[in-house]
């Protein structure tokens, strides 16, 4: 690891280029309307009030039904800054739904999904890439694609659950 003064040093040089900025804003303003979509689109799901802008990691949002919440439950729409993807996550309000749920999942040997190795440095119980490599110049096909995963996952899930 470098000394942190030379990682600002080269922040400083790439936000007076500009095209980070531009494009950072560009995609806080997607998952803005992204999120204002799902709000509009299903009023009868739950979308968090606001979006986590991370710290260059992850952006992400909440949307769930109301049978989730009852499970103290909630399904985030991630934006992975790394490698670059759409996922949707099944995480729980805190660490103990969190474990319950990933112990539920984990033990029952299905593998419609990932499930992680441990809740231990992870959020999600289980996990889904919705779009790999979006496509930024069409965004309403972008936003079908995270769409129809984030329904399909839940759907999924809450199919999953009410069997166990």
Known sequence: MKPFHEY?????????KGDIKEAYKGLMEYIMELRLYFKNKYPDYFVSG?????????????????????????????????????????SGYNKQVQTKYWKLFKESDWNKYRIPS?????????????????DFSDLDTLTKQIERGTLKFIEDVEDFLSKH
């Open 8 to 16: 600002m040093n080269e922040y400083r040089k790439q936000i007076e």
């Open 50 to 90: 606001s979006i986590y802008y991370g710290y260059m990691d992850m952006t992400y949002f909440s949307f769930f039904p109301k049978s989730f919440k009852l499970r103290k439950l909630k399904v985030a729409i991630v934006f992975i800054h790394c490698t670059f993807r759409f996922e949707v996550w099944l």
């Open 118 to 134: 441990t809740t231990k440095g992870t959020d999600s119980i289980i996990d889904y890439i919705l779009v790999e490599n979006p």
